[in-house]
């Protein structure tokens, strides 16, 4: 990432507009113009320097359900279990972490079932114990990461 990237990166947490140019507008408060932000942003995106670039939809409030799981992963296995989980269009994010339960990931589906369908294919496809841990009560925190 260049400074320019993170510009961008930073720049967009927080909010996107909604308007009918909504990259016209997102790259004048950057200062760029609207077709080197969409570049930049699908090449973030091609690769892998953004997991995804879209909105954030509050699936419950919508009828679905989301969860977050871990797993204890070999570091020898790592990278194939990354793959299998990363390649369900379910999961939001996906992090190492340095603890036993070594990766932890979002999973989010239009419909309740499906969020345990999910976690059951990705223990059925890694051989893995997937440990799901819903939440019991939410709290907002505006997190941005600087990049």
Request: proline fraction near 5%; hydrophobic fraction near 45%; charge should be negative.
């Amino acid at each position: 990432m260049d400074a320019i990237d993170r510009n961008i990166v930073n720049g967009l947490q927080g909010g996107f507009p909604l308007c009918p140019r909504p990259f016209a507008v997102a790259a004048q408060a950057l200062k760029l113009d609207e077709e080197e932000l969409i570049t930049r942003l699908t090449r973030m995106v091609a690769e892998d320097v953004l997991s995804r670039f879209g909105p954030l939809y509050h699936s419950e409030r919508l009828g679905g359900a989301m969860t977050l799981a871990a797993m204890a992963v070999p570091e020898a296995d790592f990278d194939r279990v990354c793959a299998i989980v990363n390649n369900f269009p379910e999961v939001s994010q996906n992090y190492e972490r340095d603890h036993t339960l070594n990766m932890w990931f979002v999973v989010s589906a239009e419909r309740p079932e499906r969020v345990g369908q999910v976690l059951d294919q990705i223990a059925q496809l890694t051989g893995l114990t997937v440990h799901d841990m819903p939440k019991r009560r939410e709290f907002f925190i505006d997190l941005k990461l600087e990049a």
